[in-house]
């Protein structure tokens, strides 16, 4: 009898501890004022879920600034905002547009830039019509420098200058800027005056614009004779090089393609004054895109 005591002891401490175990389970599965997870039997989706996606399924990727975005790789060579104007107008001004107007603006570009998807219509409009719309292009633009000048070499302002004069030839034969393009007071006068271009512009939009021309003349001599990134890059140290010299006239070194292009460039001057400005650059391109050598039909070159 005197055993009773203890065996009885025990018996009551076993069933405390299970009664503790499971408690302890009941706190763990159902915390208080928390829902309980599925379990396998409440026919709920079994996939692991974070953060609102399904682990296993890739997410979509999203631009963070689809209009800073569209407008980095489209609009940027030919226009800026408050910085004056380029080949387009400064774009400053049309923060003030009604929203159908500026629409109807951005989709009329579309001759120049391509094709433009409603959302991309509403993106550029968007960003057009915030107030940091340049700061939030800036901050795309050298997003995108820095990724690039990761991948290359460092601009190097002697081998940009040589691009431009033709003295080193575009590696896809192109033809030399210096044929229509002057800089610091070297080169033709076609074009526009090149040597403060990178004040005006910066140096993230110059290298877009060199590499992906929108210029309506430009466009069919470079469509297939692209200026490589790293080219870009070259030349873009060339017209940073320039800065404080002044634009003044003069005759260029240029040599090989660059000569030939000059040469080119100066037949459609000289029909320019038969034709209209459309003329002349109908005759421009039609002789660059035949690596701007002059058509001879008789034995004088009449």
């Given at each position: 009898?005197?055993?009773?005591?203890?065996?009885?002891?025990?018996?009551?401490?076993?069933?405390?501890?299970?009664?503790?175990?499971?408690?302890?389970?009941?706190?763990?599965?159902?915390?208080?004022?928390?829902?309980?997870?599925?379990?396998?039997?409440?026919?709920?989706?079994?996939?692991?879920?974070?953060?609102?996606?399904?682990?296993?399924?890739?997410?979509?990727?999203?631009?963070?600034?689809?209009?800073?975005?569209?407008?980095?790789?489209?609009?940027?060579?030919?226009?800026?905002?408050?910085?004056?104007?380029?080949?387009?107008?400064?774009?400053?001004?049309?923060?003030?547009?009604?929203?159908?107007?500026?629409?109807?603006?951005?989709?009329?570009?579309?001759?120049?830039?391509?094709?433009?998807?409603?959302?991309?219509?509403?993106?550029?409009?968007?960003?057009?019509?915030?107030?940091?719309?340049?700061?939030?292009?800036?901050?795309?633009?050298?997003?995108?420098?820095?990724?690039?000048?990761?991948?290359?070499?460092?601009?190097?302002?002697?081998?940009?200058?040589?691009?431009?004069?033709?003295?080193?030839?575009?590696?896809?034969?192109?033809?030399?800027?210096?044929?229509?393009h002057s800089a610091a007071g070297l080169g033709g006068s076609l074009g526009l005056d090149l040597t403060n271009h990178y004040q005006q512009m910066g140096e993230a939009p110059l290298l877009s614009a060199i590499e992906q021309t929108a210029y309506p003349t430009m466009k069919p001599i470079y469509e297939k004779q692209a200026v490589t990134?790293?080219?870009?890059?070259?030349?873009?140290?060339?017209?940073?090089?320039?800065?404080?010299?002044?634009?003044?006239?003069?005759?260029?070194?240029?040599?090989?393609?660059?000569?030939?292009?000059?040469?080119?460039?100066?037949?459609?001057?000289?029909?320019?004054?038969?034709?209209?400005?459309?003329?002349?650059?109908?005759?421009?391109?039609?002789?660059?895109?035949?690596?701007?050598?002059?058509?001879?039909?008789?034995?004088?070159?009449?």
């Amino acid at each position: 009898m005197h055993l009773f005591p203890q065996i009885l002891g025990l018996t009551l401490s076993m069933m405390l501890s299970a009664a503790v175990s499971e408690a302890q389970a009941v706190e763990v599965a159902a915390p208080p004022g928390q829902p309980e997870l599925p379990g396998p039997s409440d026919g709920s989706d079994q996939s692991d879920h974070v953060s609102g996606q399904v682990v296993g399924q890739p997410e979509t990727a999203a631009l963070p600034d689809p209009g800073s975005e569209a407008y980095a790789t489209k609009c940027v060579g030919c226009h800026t905002i408050g910085g004056g104007k380029l080949t387009g107008p400064d774009l400053k001004p049309v923060a003030s547009y009604a929203r159908q107007n500026l629409e109807d603006a951005i989709r009329k570009m579309e001759k120049n830039v391509g094709p433009l998807s409603p959302e991309e219509v509403g993106h550029l409009t968007d960003l057009l019509l915030s107030k940091d719309a340049r700061d939030r292009i800036e901050a795309v633009q050298q997003r995108r420098l820095k990724e690039e000048l990761a991948k290359l070499e460092p601009g190097n302002a002697l081998k940009g200058g040589a691009l431009f004069t033709g003295r080193t030839p575009f590696a896809n034969g192109g033809l030399a800027c210096a044929a229509c393009h002057s800089a610091a007071g070297l080169g033709g006068s076609l074009g526009l005056d090149l040597t403060n271009h990178y004040q005006q512009m910066g140096e993230a939009p110059l290298l877009s614009a060199i590499e992906q021309t929108a210029y309506p003349t430009m466009k069919p001599i470079y469509e297939k004779q692209a200026v490589t990134k790293q080219e870009a890059i070259h030349l873009v140290a060339y017209f940073k090089s320039l800065q404080g010299q002044p634009a003044a006239p003069g005759a260029p070194p240029v040599t090989a393609a660059g000569m030939i292009g000059a040469a080119a460039v100066l037949a459609g001057i000289g029909l320019g004054h038969r034709r209209r400005l459309g003329g002349t650059r109908e005759e421009m391109v039609r002789r660059a895109m035949s690596n701007g050598k002059p058509k001879h039909t008789g034995e004088n070159g009449q």
